[in-house]
């Protein structure tokens, strides 16, 4: 079975795409700051860390751990920031959700993961903005 990583597991996207990857077959390493929901309690062949993908080089357990799990691929869905707390802050958002995600992906690769999926839910495009009324899909 290939293993995948998924960061931001216990956020909307990870609690729906995990159930989704193990019904098909994968065994997944979960990552996310707070401990495992409760309806992960059940599931098979998951496993979960708590932790930051910002913390691999700080934390040295967190980073054999992650070495030692012979991942094959990664989902990253974390992100430190909510979409309005980084238009108020955005070169925290920078450091930490651009340049913090790109050596996480520098790291993965250097593990000899070969393919990362880097996913956006939206948050940023959908919603209230500045022109005062929410936008959708099919907005311009």
């Known amino acids: 079975m290939e293993k995948v990583l998924v960061t931001g597991a216990a956020g909307f996207v990870g609690k729906s795409l995990i159930p989704v990857?193990?019904?098909?077959?994968?065994?997944?390493?979960?990552?996310?700051?707070?401990?495992?929901?409760?309806?992960?309690?059940?599931?098979?062949n998951l496993e979960w860390i708590v932790g930051s993908f910002l913390d691999f080089r700080s934390d040295l357990l967190l980073h054999k751990r992650i070495s030692s799990?012979?991942?094959k691929s990664a989902i990253h869905l974390a992100t430190t920031l909510f979409p309005n707390e980084a238009q108020k802050e955005i070169c925290k958002d920078l450091k930490e959700n651009v340049l913090g995600s790109l050596h996480f992906f520098?790291?993965?690769?250097?593990?000899?993961?070969?393919?990362?999926?880097?996913?956006?839910s939206g948050g940023l495009v959908y919603g209230e903005n500045n022109r005062g009324f929410p936008l959708n899909e099919e907005s311009n």
């Open 21 to 44: 990857l193990l019904r098909s077959g994968y065994t997944v390493c979960a990552m996310d700051l707070c401990e495992k929901p409760d309806e992960f309690d059940t599931l098979e």
């Open 69 to 71: 799990l012979k991942i």
């Open 106 to 120: 520098d790291f993965l690769y250097g593990l000899g993961i070969k393919k990362i999926i880097y996913a956006s």
